[in-house]
């Protein structure tokens, strides 16, 4: 197995245990309030406002422990250059996660035209946003594995 399918797997296990760990932190313990009738808009806002950073440094965290635990395993370094396969594999991936959030946007607009609650507008956006993630990294995957 490639180096490049070893951390796409570890980006899709570690999204998925990010926003599952996340999304339990949020409503168990709920820093920020509950989503409250009257105003929802706080409660959502907050909650993808906070996801943002905690995310960036959860995949820092997970990034950089992946290389070291790569490099001891395999004693073998990254590549630092991505040649034009990797290139256009991951153009690829990133035309795929981007037809993902549009539909996830125009579904997500549709709710609220349909006259449906500001908060379901919200859960269309963060879980849009977490299937364009997994989009791509399962479609580099998919791509390096079957090849272009």
């Known amino acids: 197995m490639s180096i490049q399918e070893k951390k796409n797997i570890v980006s899709l296990i570690s999204s ?3 926003i599952s760990l996340y999304s339990l932190y949020v409503y168990q ?5 509950t989503p409250d009738p009257d105003s929802p808009y706080r409660f959502w806002a907050l909650f993808i406002l906070l996801l ?3 995310s960036i440094a959860a995949r820092i965290i997970i990034s950089i422990s992946f290389s070291i635990v790569h490099k001891i395993a395999t004693n073998e370094d990254e590549p630092s250059f991505a040649d034009e396969l990797d290139q256009l594999i991951e153009l690829k991936a990133t035309r795929n996660s981007h037809y993902t ?4 946007f125009i579904l997500a607009m549709v709710s609220i035209a349909a006259g449906m609650a500001p908060g379901t507008m919200f859960v269309i956006l963060i879980f849009s946003g977490f299937l364009t993630e997994v989009t791509d990294h399962a479609s580099q995957l998919y791509y390096y594995r079957k090849g272009v």
């Open 101 to 104: 959030f549009a539909i996830g």
């Open 16 to 18: 998925f245990v990010i």
């Open 29 to 33: 313990y709920s820093p920020f309030g």
């Open 52 to 54: 943002i950073p905690v």
